[in-house]
């Protein structure tokens, strides 16, 4: 199996490592849903139309994803191509899947059979559907170089190769009863002073320290696992329309025992926040410790 780079170049891909490997429908998606990029659920109508403008069949496995959501952010991505991070749902909102025809002129290769389900005009992913018209590859086409290559020889494969990629400043605080002492806490260990939280940049409430220069600067991150299950933001102009649309809360991570929060601080640091936060009481591991792996 292959998968492609950041440049498109084709590289070894190799199971296993330090991230969880594979997706599902249950597993693929970020949590918070980004509301605006949800279309409606999907229904068999929904399904028939597309088929009918792509002039193909769907395969099981992508039908089986938007059945559990249809579109959106997935929390899942690609080795070594880490900008892909949407599959486009069925319906009348963007980001949907549409067929590459249209920009036949900017390349030399053929794009007639090319359906994308994620891109942004200079790069797509595709359903391929040039060799095999009922069960297709996933390619990548880069418009901007004029150049393509395979990524998986189905979009099963595909899902498969997906994986979450865990960054080493990841930490878990467990059980976390009162997020403020901790937050006392490690002010007092580092000399810091958390900012009021804000939502803004991804529907859940980030406690943020700011640390080195301001030329420099570093920070130190609090955020929980159990988020809102859907966001937008207020100055959306659906806003109103799309709001309550999934109420309720869900796990970033569903492998967290329950009230967690996610820590991460500069490496310089890191020591002394791990301890303070285990003066709080608290038990602290690498995130990558709860993640599965392949």
């Known amino acids: 199996m292959a998968y492609l780079g950041a440049s498109?170049?084709?590289?070894?891909?190799?199971?296993?490592?330090?991230?969880?490997?594979?997706?599902?429908?249950?597993?693929?998606?970020?949590?918070?849903?980004?509301?605006?990029?949800?279309?409606?659920?999907?229904?068999?109508?929904?399904?028939?139309?597309?088929?009918e403008k792509i002039r193909h069949t769907l395969p099981a496995a992508y039908l089986a994803l938007?059945?559990?959501?249809?579109?959106?952010y997935i929390r899942l991505s690609l080795p070594n191509m880490k900008y892909h991070d949407v599959i486009a749902g069925i319906g009348p909102n963007f980001p949907s899947l549409t067929p590459l025809d249209?920009?036949?002129?900017?390349?030399?290769?053929?794009?007639?059979?090319?359906?994308?389900?994620?891109?942004?005009?200079?790069?797509?992913?595709?359903?391929?559907?040039?060799?095999?018209?009922?069960?297709?590859?996933?390619?990548?086409?880069?418009?901007?170089?004029?150049?393509?290559?395979r990524v998986a020889d189905s979009f099963a494969d595909y899902l498969s190769m997906l994986q979450i990629d865990i960054e080493d400043d990841e930490y878990v605080l467990e059980a976390v009863s009162d997020i403020e002492a901790v937050k006392a806490e490690l002010s007092a260990s580092l000399g810091i002073s958390f900012e009021p939280p804000d939502d803004w940049a991804f529907g859940y409430l980030q406690h943020g320290a700011r640390l080195g220069s301001e030329t420099n600067p570093k920070w130190?991150?609090?955020?929980?696992?159990?988020?809102?299950?859907?966001f937008v933001r207020a100055n959306n102009p659906?806003?109103?329309?799309?709001?309550?649309?999934?109420?309720?809360?869900?796990?970033?991570?569903p492998e967290l025992p329950p009230n967690s929060y996610i820590l991460s601080t500069p490496e310089d640091v890191r020591p002394r926040a791990i301890k303070a936060c285990t003066r709080s009481g608290l038990i602290v591991r690498p995130l990558r410790e709860y993640v599965n792996r392949g």
């Not at 594979?22 to 949590?31: C, F, H, K």
């Open 8 to 51: 498109g170049n084709q590289i070894s891909y190799q199971l296993g490592g330090e991230c969880f490997v594979g997706a599902s429908a249950d597993t693929i998606w970020e949590v918070p849903a980004y509301l605006p990029y949800l279309q409606p659920p999907l229904t068999d109508e929904a399904v028939a139309n597309a088929e």
């Open 66 to 72: 938007l059945k559990k959501q249809n579109g959106g």
């Open 102 to 149: 249209d920009l036949q002129e900017n390349v030399s290769f053929p794009l007639q059979g090319l359906v994308q389900f994620d891109g942004d005009g200079h790069w797509y992913l595709c359903l391929d559907y040039r060799e095999n018209s009922g069960i297709p590859s996933v390619t990548y086409a880069n418009i901007e170089a004029d150049r393509e290559s």
């Open 220 to 230: 130190v991150w609090i955020s929980p696992n159990d988020v809102p299950r859907g």
């Open 238 to 253: 659906k806003y109103m329309e799309l709001k309550d649309l999934m109420p309720g809360y869900a796990a970033r991570f």
